[in-house]
């Protein structure tokens, strides 16, 4: 049964429009989320994340939004540019779940398109 | 930046033979990680470990091990590779400061290993 879900196996966006990923989480243990992005054959670098008594966090292009309500978090890129085509994974963890283990997603492949 | 180094990156080796997938950290983080992953899927947590003389199974059963006698260095073995363990293994590491400090794992770039 996975916990964390990236139902969009893919996405393309045209270079400068906004790129929008969404995860959503099945397990209301979790209290904190954070998006990993990975370009092939490297290893997933950490990219932003959120507590879960916030609902928004931003850096930079990067902004992500937390629904508790809904189990639902998203991503957001703007302006998306080509060096953000990657492999973005959600990932979720919780005091509750000890160690500080990491539950993740499929991942969704951004394409951006010049 | 992070550093976290594995090698191989990348091993094509036979069945039943043993191999060590190595990993070491120069940022001092007590906390380290091994994920196995096949593509278009998640990463799945094999071992982890708080420190030096401990190591824990993951969530996916794996036949493989695991040692931390330095806490720089989480080296992986398989005693015999099988074909059923081609994949990518990507080692991590934490740090313990502050609570939620500790979620953001630095990770390696992996080796992807093909057992034939």
């Known amino acids: 049964d996975q916990q964390v879900k990236q139902n969009s196996p893919s996405l393309s966006v045209q270079e400068g429009r906004i790129s929008i990923l969404n995860c959503d989480y099945t397990n209301s243990m979790f209290d904190y989320f954070l998006w990993y992005k990975k370009y092939p054959a490297e290893g997933p670098t950490f990219l932003i994340s959120?507590?879960?008594?916030?609902d928004k966090n931003e850096d930079g292009r990067f902004t992500v939004f937390l629904n508790k309500s809904a189990k639902h978090l998203s991503l957001h890129i703007v302006p998306s540019q080509p060096g953000d085509s990657a492999v973005y994974f959600c990932?979720?963890?919780?005091?509750?779940?000890?160690?500080?283990?990491?539950?993740f997603g499929t991942g969704t492949r951004l394409t951006i398109i010049p | 930046e992070a550093d976290i180094y594995q090698t191989p990156r990348y091993l094509v080796i036979g069945t039943g033979k043993k191999i060590t997938l190595e990993c070491s950290q120069t940022?001092?983080?007590?906390?380290m990680y091994w994920y196995q992953q096949d593509p278009g899927m998640e990463l799945h947590l094999i071992h982890y470990s708080y420190g030096v003389n401990s190591t824990e199974k993951g969530d996916l059963s794996s036949e493989s091990t695991v040692s931390r006698i330095r806490t720089e260095h989480f080296p992986l073995t398989l005693e015999s590779a099988r074909p059923s363990h081609t994949s990518q293994y990507l080692c991590?590491?934490?740090?313990?400061?502050?609570?939620?400090?500790?979620?953001?794992?630095?990770f390696g770039p992996g080796t992807r290993l093909t057992v034939t």
């Open positions: 959120i507590s879960s008594i916030k």
């Open positions: 991590a590491s934490s740090k313990t400061a502050g609570r939620h400090s500790s979620y953001e794992q630095y």
């Open positions: 990932a979720a963890s919780g005091a509750n779940f000890g160690n500080e283990k990491l539950t």
């Open positions: 940022m001092g983080h007590d906390k």
